[in-house]
């Protein structure tokens, strides 16, 4: 498919649901085509996105290109701030 964002629907952090509207926002008027994987749906796409982001403690959103991991927020956030968000989804 190609970008792949890692998210839940099910969170009490306001953090957590900001972040995840934000990226999906700057994708969308970036009109960069993406997958949404909901890991409130189980368990094991949780540990799934953790293991590929090669952190056991990772929490949504994380963005990988495929199976590459590309970050998380922060990092995508710092991305946006320098209009390198092709480059750090390894679209460029």
């Known amino acids: 498919m190609g970008i792949i964002l890692y998210y839940t629907t099910v969170t009490a952090s306001r953090t957590v649901k900001s972040q995840q509207s934000e990226v999906i926002r700057i994708l969308e008027s970036k009109s960069i085509p ?3 994987v909901d890991i409130s749906l189980g ?4 540990d799934e996105m953790r293991n590929k ?3 056991p403690a990772a929490v949504p959103p994380q963005l990988f290109n495929e199976d590459q991991y590309c970050g998380n927020y922060e990092m995508f956030s710092e ?3 320098a209009d390198t968000v ?3 989804l390894k679209l460029a």
């Open 34 to 36: 993406y997958e949404l």
């Open 43 to 46: 368990g094991e796409l949780r």
């Open 53 to 55: 982001a090669g952190d």
């Open 79 to 81: 991305a946006v701030e």
């Open 86 to 88: 092709k480059q750090f």
